[in-house]
Structure formats: C-alpha cells, structure tokens
C-alpha cells in the first residue's frame, strides 16, 4: 500500500475554497451552522456548478498524484466519482461543528456512504487512491472552516489545532523535512530493530515451566500470538450497539493514535510487543501497512512512574534500553521530527493516580510538538476516564473478553508450546488439553475465570500439573499457583541444590509478600535491586527458617532465580512477572498484618481494587465484615463514595463467609448505583460480576434508554444467570433496534445454544443484523433458520460461510472481518441485495453485479 495522499495547502486551499461560498455568505458569523448552507453549488444564487465540481475534482486529482501513475483512463474515472462524492455535502444533514468533530477520515466515510457504489468502475488502486484522496480533500475543507470561524476556534480549540497540525504536515516544506536518516543514523536503527526483535519477541505463557526443566519459561510470539478481540469505544448515541467486536491488531487499522483499554492479564501488553516486533521486521498485516518503516519507541510506564518523565532523549535510558549509551546523539529527537516513529506507551495505570494528569500533559506535549508520529498507549479500565485523550485525537478501544473459540485456542496453544521436549508425557499433555476442552464450558466458575489470556494460562499449567484436577475459585485457582510455584517447582523439576539455599512455601512467600507489599505502599511495579535486598534484610530476622540459609543478597537471588514469580530488567531491577502478582501477594500480606485501615484508606483508587478484592478473599470472617463495613461506611462524597460502595458489591463474589446483616446492608447500600446513566458506566458494571443482577431493576418496566443500558451492563457479566436477566429483557413489549442489536451480540460471552433458545430466537429479526463470530455461532444461525441480515465477524472461509449461511434467506451481508479473499462467492446468494463493509477495512473486489455495496 502507498503512502497516503497528501495535498500542500498553497496548492490545495484555493481549490477548496471553490468549494464553499465566500466570507460574505453568512460563513464567518457566530453559532453552528448547516454546511448545506455553507457550500458554494447550493441555494438561491450558487456560484458553482456541477461542471465547476468535476472541474475542480480534477484538478485535486492531478494534485494528488504527484509522480503517481493510475492506469489509463482511470484518472478520469476517479474525478467524476471524487465529484460525486463531494457534492454530497450539500446534501448532508451536516453541521460545521460536527464535521469538525468527525475529522477528515470519519467525514470522509460519512461522504462516502452516501453514494454507495459510485466507485464500482474503478480498479482497486484507484478506488484506494480516491478514498486516499477524499480525505485530503476533507482535510483541507475543515482547515478552511476553522480558520473563517471564531465559533469554531473557540468552542473547539482542541480539534481545530489538531487540524491545522495535519495540514502543516501535507505541505511540501514539512514533507521535504521527511528525509532518509544520515547514515550513522541508518546504522544505529538497523541494530536497534534487530533488538526490539530480540526484547520483545518472547512472552511468557504462564506455568509451561512445569515440571520438565527442558522446557523454556517463555516462548516465540510468532508461534504463540493469538490476535483477541476489541470494540470501539463509542459516546452515548453515537452507533449504539452496532461496532463489532474485531481482531485488535485489525482495529487499530486506519487509526493515527489509540487509547487501549483492558483489564488485568487482557492481553494489552503482548499486543504492544507483537506491534513493536511486526514493525521493526517490517511484516504487518495490509490493514498496518501505513506503520512500515516505522522506528517502534516502547514505553513502559512502570520504568519511569515515579521519575521526571522523560524528555525524547532520554527515552532509551528512562526504559533501561540495551543500547541507551550508544544511540546517535539526538536520535530519539530527529525520529520523531522526521515523523517516523511509533510511540507505544504501555500502563498508564502504573503511573500513581495522583501523576496520571501530569502524565497526560506530558503526553499531550509530546504529540503536539511531533505530530506526525503514531501513537498507542494502554491502560486498565478504571484508571482513565472515557475521553481521557480524545481531544488529542485518539480512538478508544477496549480488549473483549476472550470468546470460546479464543479460549480453545489458547488451549491448544499452550498445550502445543507445554509439548516441546515433552518426550513420553506428551501424550499425558494430549489427554489433559482434551480433558479441559471438555471441562471449561462445563463449568460455570471456570467459564468465569478464562476470560483472557494470565487466566487461561494459569489454569492450563494447572490442569496439567493437578493430572486434570481444577479449584474452581479465583481465589483457590491463585493458591493452587503459588504451591505449584513456591513448594513444588524445584523438587518436580529434579533442581534440588542449585543454589545452596533451602527454603519451603511458607518462607518463600513471606519474603515475597513484603516484596510486593513494599511495591505497593511506595506505588511501584518495579523495585530497583539494592531496594529488594535491603527489604530482604530488613526481614529475614523475623523468619526463623532462612537463618543460616545465606546473606540478604543470596537470599534475594534464590528468590530472582527459583521461584518463577520474579523478573530482573537488563538494570538489575526487579518486578513481579505480572501486576496480578503483586497484587495477590500485597492482599495477602496486608491482611496477615492487620492493615486494613490503609487498605480502606485507598479503597477509592482504581489501582487499589484488585488489592482489596483480593484482600477479602484471604480475610478471616471478622476482617472480612470490618473490611466491607469500611467500604459502605460514610465519609466519602461523590464519585469516590460510590466506586467504593460498588467494590464493595464486588467483593461479595469472594467472600467464604459473612453475618447476613452486613450481607443485606451491602445490597441496600448498592442497589441504587445500578442504574447506569451512561453507556460507558453500565459496561464498567460489568466488573461488578454476578452480585449486580441481583439488584438490577425489572427490565419490563424501565424506559426504552435505560432497557438498553441494562442489557450493556448484563451482556458483560459472564454468568449463567445473566441469560436468565436478558431473556426477561427481550420479553419487553418495546424493543428498539438498538437494544435488539444489544441483546443479539452478547451471545458471544454466553452457552450459543441456550442463548439463541432463550433470546435470540424471540428477537424481531427487521432490521436487525446477527452477528456471527465462530463455527459454533454460525451453525446455531443454521438452526434456527438463517436470517435476512448477518454481520461476518470472525475468520471464515468462504466455503463455511457457503455452507452454513442460509442461502435462500440472506438479503444483507455485513462484512466486519476481512476475510482476505474476493467476493465473487456472493453469487450463490440468490436474494442477497446489500453488503455493508466495515469502512476500516480494505476495499472488497469482485462484488458480483446487482449487489449494493455500503461502507
């Protein structure tokens, strides 16, 4: 794929100005206004005609082309369509403001839309050259309005200077700045790539260390990557119900800069690894063509947290990079002038709360001096708010819940890297994998738990070291964990003396709880060495078992080396192998030690509720009742108040044991915070677990709006008594299109086959598209007939979708994944009139005749 169009203002902006009509014509004054009533070829008295715009369309052409070659004729061919395109905008039910806050890519779409099929006569490359085109041309239209309009400037700053920002960089001076890097420079980055391969392509698959000491404690992204699941973000009334869930490294198609959400052990940080190392290898997927030659700059929040954040030059050093001390001086700086990096910001929540706005300025500052750059920063759900970026331009996508196909997969995978060097227990390997295919979807807690990929990975590695036997509980899944890793990792693996210090479960996981306990207090995720050894040292008198085992620092070493539990950066520093981790362990010593007055002291703070969950799950039944008392008790106002109430809510899930008056006094304190008013608050709900459809209100008797935030919060809760809450939903005398769309798509985190029965098959199928997302999805569409309107949201072979598709009844196809391959096996289709193609993805080819084609 081509770099993407880019039109010089000089050139560009007295063409666009034809466009719209001049100052006069009520463009200049104050308020919103109808861009129908802005542009120059409609009204009382045009002053453009549709000639003028196929003039004016060729002309953009021949801008846009530059030295670029089209096939003969098609020049021609992609003027009149640009000029259909954008006399669209005298038609669109449009404002200035809200074009403006489109941006040039999603007005381009909305342009586009309008004339569905316009485009059919041109070749792939030049329809791809049109579209690239159009948004240049957009680009250059929203410039134009911000700079006529102070209503514009001043209500939306934001967008208008993120605008000007993109205009400066198709300029002939700025792309004249974008230079081949001095050979020095040149020399540097081949050797930095090769290490970003060498850093970042190894993930650790939790467990596959047991009990076979030949086998490694990490593994090769190119034969473990599994591609999880990411949906938009989308505001209150925006697309309500309609973004499908699409691979994570296909959603970011398209996309300049992105706020990546997901919660603990999701998957957020393997996709920045598998970004970075597919970037410095130059082998991206098309929809990423636009990052090749990229330079991947990996920031890891952790490394830097609690320091001044660092300025570009000091990016290397600040991520205790390999190769800090031999970069050319000022790299880092001439990479991002030059508008050739990509930033990759991973944990923003690692970053103590109380520096996050800072963080953000920091962020902000950096985008705006190198505008150019790409940019994807991650973070937990509860740790920044929705818009937290947005006026910087980022899209928000959140990680989805791992599906069954995903979570078999996984399975498979894991099993298949467990396997290696296996010898005469790979068949046992084979039997266990077989085993618990067959027992997670069984299992309700199970089905519960392996929901993303630290999870899974834990329960495979302890299913096969329990011979198939699995605790059901998270907090049992963790305990199981650490005996595994603690007591038995040594004895199993035949490492009985590899370091001369002896030490049993119980010790081990003192010294690591104030390891992690420490981490905590002080905010840190990474601990430097000489910190951890004077830790060691401060506690090793109160721990009779390790007296005479060896100094601080070899006990700190024995702890690094044979636990599995720790991990030393190329600095020395230490942190935990995963922020669950630490938070387990932290819970732990938090309550053996009585804290629970600190811990309620934080109760508030997104990176304290882990802990606190956690912490309920090891309390005694008197600790337990002070702990969630402490949550609901008074003194907290607003928005802390209730996050704690909620968590408090949450914690019900683990408790083993709690008097029945605190029990009730907890629902009654909580059952009016689970009326979400947004869309973003009822998907945060789903965090809650179970406990919140105990208090939601009947689903039969709430407005329209609210029927539809409540099937948000329930679709996103994994239980079995979720179906049993949606089903009553859908037994609603008014079911608007948006809560059918709701309603339909949550089949994906339930039993396919109990949910279709219960719900799905009761919908009003007008209007409404069904998404299919696996094999399974697709054959219980097969059975309950087919329907008129299906959205693709999964990898399939034409064959399959052949085969399981109800030929006679499809009438419009919704095409959310790309499946790589042309579509002339539409033609078996006898009725199908529509395909909708996801405007994210490539272009489609060899659409047969008579289908309309929407994107």
Request: net charge negative; aromatic share 6%; charged share 30%.
């Amino acid at each position: 794929m081509e770099a993407a169009v880019r039109l010089a203002s000089t050139s560009a902006a007295p063409l666009v100005a034809q466009l719209f009509a001049p100052p006069g014509r009520d463009l200049t004054g104050g308020g919103e206004k109808l861009l129908a009533g802005l542009v120059s070829f409609r009204g009382a008295h045009p002053t453009c005609a549709y000639d003028d715009l196929e003039r004016l369309a060729g002309e953009f052409v021949r801008l846009g082309l530059g030295p670029r070659k089209l096939p003969a004729g098609e020049a021609g061919a992609v003027a009149r369509v640009l000029a259909g395109t954008l006399a669209v905008m005298g038609e669109l039910d449009l404002t200035d403001v809200q074009a403006v806050r489109l941006g040039p890519q999603d007005w381009a779409r909305r342009l586009r839309a309008e004339v569905p099929g316009a485009d059919r006569e041109l070749s792939a490359e030049a329809a791809w050259f049109h579209d690239s085109l159009l948004v240049a041309v957009c680009l250059h239209a929203l410039h134009l309005l911000v700079e006529r309009s102070a209503y514009l400037a001043e209500h939306l700053p934001e967008r208008s200077h993120r605008i000007r920002q993109l205009v400066d960089l198709g300029d002939v001076a700025a792309l004249r700045r974008r230079r081949e890097p001095a050979p020095e420079d040149a020399a540097f980055e081949e050797r930095y790539l090769r290490s970003v391969v060498e850093q970042h392509n190894r993930v650790t698959i939790h467990g596959i260390d047991l009990p076979n000491p030949n086998v490694p404690d990490s593994w090769s992204l190119d034969a473990t990557y599994l591609s999880l699941g990411a949906e938009f973000d989308v505001p209150d009334g925006e697309r309500a119900g309609t973004e499908p869930v699409m691979p994570a490294d296909r959603a970011l198609a398209g996309q300049e800069r992105v706020l990546l959400r997901g919660g603990a052990g999701s998957g957020k940080t393997t996709l920045v690894q598998w970004l970075a190392v597919a970037t410095a290898r130059g082998r991206l997927p098309d929809e990423l063509a636009v990052l090749h030659g990229r330079i991947p700059l990996v920031l890891p929040v952790r490394r830097f947290a609690r320091e001044d954040f660092p300025a570009p030059d000091d990016f290397l050093s600040a991520v205790r990079h390999p190769l800090a001390d031999r970069a050319p001086e000022g790299w880092v700086v001439r990479v991002l002038a030059e508008e050739r990096a990509l930033l990759l910001v991973d944990g923003i929540d690692e970053a103590p709360e109380g520096r996050r706005t800072e963080l953000r300025d920091w962020l902000r500052r950096l985008l705006r001096i190198y505008s150019g750059n790409f940019c994807l920063v991650t973070a937990r759900p509860p740790a920044v708010d929705t818009g937290w970026l947005a006026d910087e331009g980022f899209g928000e996508l959140t990680l989805a819940p791992m599906n069954r196909e995903q979570v078999a997969s996984f399975i498979r995978v894991w099993h298949a890297a467990a396997g290696t060097d296996e010898g005469r227990d790979h068949g046992h390997l084979e039997e266990y994998r077989d085993r618990l295919l067959q027992t997670i979807p069984l299992y309700r807690e199970l089905r519960g738990l392996a929901t993303n990929p630290l999870m899974c990975g834990l329960i495979c590695a302890l299913n096969r070291d329990r011979s198939g036997s699995l605790p059901k509980g998270r907090r049992e899944l963790y305990e199981a964990a650490m005996e595994m890793l603690l007591q038995r990792r040594d004895p199993e693996r035949r490492v009985l003396h590899a370091d001369g210090v002896r030490l049993d479960r119980a010790p081990r996981e003192r010294l690591l709880r104030k390891l992690a306990y420490r981490m905590l207090l002080e905010e840190r995720s990474v601990l430097d060495a000489a910190a951890a050894v004077e830790e060691v040292a401060r506690q090793l008198p109160a721990i009779p078992a390790v007296h005479g085992q060896g100094d601080p620092e070899q006990i700190f070493g024995h702890l690094l080396l044979r636990t599995g539990l720790l991990r030393e950066q190329a600095d020395g520093s230490v942190e935990f192998v995963h922020r669950t981790v630490q938070d387990y362990l932290a819970a732990k010593e938090a309550v053996e030690c009585g804290d629970l007055r600190l811990l309620l002291e934080h109760a508030h703070e997104p990176e304290w509720e882990e802990v606190l969950r956690m912490a309920v799950a090891h309390a005694r039944p008197t600790e337990c009742a002070a702990l969630l008392e402490g949550l609901i008790a008074p003194g907290k106002v607003g928005l802390q108040r209730s996050r704690r109430r909620l968590l408090a809510a949450a914690c019900l899930e683990h408790v083993t044991e709690l008097d029945p008056a605190t029990h009730a006094r907890i629902r009654r304190e909580t059952r009016n915070l689970v009326r979400p008013a947004s869309v973003a608050a009822a998907r945060g709900l789903g965090w809650v677990g179970p406990i919140v459809l105990e208090m939601l209100p009947d689903p039969t008797t709430v407005p329209d709006d609210e029927a539809y935030r409540l099937a948000v919060t329930a679709t996103r809760i994994n239980d079995d008594a979720a179906v049993h809450y949606l089903a009553r939903l859908r037994q609603r005398e008014s079911l608007p299109l948006t809560l059918r769309a709701e309603l339909v798509r949550g089949w994906r985190n339930f039993d396919t086959e109990r949910y279709a029965e219960e719900v799905v098959r009761h919908l009003d199928p007008e209007g409404l598209y069904f998404p299919i997302t696996d094999r399974v999805e697709l054959a219980v569409l097969e059975k309950l007939g087919g329907r008129e309107c299906v959205q693709i949201g999964g990898d399939f072979t034409p064959d399959e979708l052949l085969g399981g598709l109800v030929r006679e009844r499809l009438r419009h196809l919704w095409l959310a994944y790309d499946l790589g391959v042309g579509m002339e096996w539409l033609a078996a289709f006898p009725r199908l009139t529509t395909l909708r193609v996801n405007p994210r993805l490539p272009r489609v080819s060899g659409v047969p005749e008579g289908i309309r084609i929407i994107s």
